[in-house]
T-cell receptor, first 114, second 112 residues
Framework: DTGVSQDPRHKITKRGQNVTFRCDPI?????LYWYRQTLGQGPEFLTY????????KSRLLSDRFSAERPKGSFSTLEIQRTEQGDSAMYLC????????????FGPGTRLLVL | GESVGLHLPTLSVQEGDNSIINCAYS??????FIWYKQESGKGPQFIID?????DKRQGQRVTVLLNKTVKHLSLQIAATQPGDSAVYFC???????????FGTGTKLQVIP
């Protein structure tokens, strides 16, 4: 399967714990995006990488959230001191790196904070 | 702020009939639109896209229509099948860093 992959697919954690999610984009895709989706809503943009550079962060991305893409390939999203309100589906997408292009999404990581 | 929204939250269609899902957008500067299909527990799946210099684009069993005058987008699915049951999102890509703005989605239910 050469699509976007995410790991883990599901994560249950207790409030206050740290969690880290991984995204592997489609190979040769330069751009990588993180989104968050809550039940019944569309995905909301969190942040975006062009190769290893993080170029944009949404106001939704509080100080407890950090994302990295150290080698311009896979990316990690870490949430520190999780809160119940962080419970959501975290989606990763990637695209080639041209204008007006399609973003291809992974299956998501569903987080439940107890 | 700019937003993309849908007129109908739920659409029930008989198997074999055509489905039409509508979407309104508010950013008149938007120049690229995408329809995604999302099945339960999965990530959004690209269906079809259209650029603002077009008013119609056809794919396999799907057609997207764009009316820039009234800022309206629609997705037509021909001969709807049970496998088409999902939530459909229209999304706007406004250039720059390519952030995609999604609406709240329309749930399509196909009745066998």
């Amino acid at each position: 399967d050469t699509g976007v992959s995410q790991d883990p697919r599901h994560k249950i954690t207790k409030r206050g714990q740290n969690v880290t999610f991984r995204c592997d984009p489609i190979s040769e895709h330069n751009r990588l995006y993180w989104y968050r989706q809550t039940l019944g809503q569309g995905p909301e943009f969190l942040t975006y990488f062009q190769n290893e550079a993080q170029l944009e962060k949404s106001r939704l991305l509080s100080d407890r959230f950090s994302a990295e893409r150290p080698k311009g390939s896979f990316s990690t999203l870490e949430i520190q001191r999780t809160e119940q309100g962080d419970s959501a589906m975290y989606l990763c997408a990637s695209s080639l790196g041209t204008t007006q292009e399609t973003q291809y999404f992974g299956p998501g990581t569903r987080l439940l904070v107890l | 702020g700019e937003s993309v929204g849908l007129h109908l939250p739920t659409l029930s269609v008989q198997e074999g009939d055509n489905s039409i899902i509508n979407c309104a957008y508010s950013n008149s500067a938007s120049d690229y639109f995408i329809w995604y299909k999302q099945e339960s527990g999965k990530g959004p799946q690209f269906i079809i896209d259209i650029r603002s210099n077009m008013d119609k684009r056809q794919g396999q069993r799907v057609t997207v229509l764009l009316n820039k005058t009234v800022k309206h987008l629609s997705l037509q699915i021909a001969a709807t099948q049970p496998g088409d049951s999902a939530v459909y999102f229209c999304a706007e890509n406004s250039g720059g860093y390519q952030k995609v703005t999604f609406g709240t989605g329309t749930k399509l239910q196909v009745i066998p």
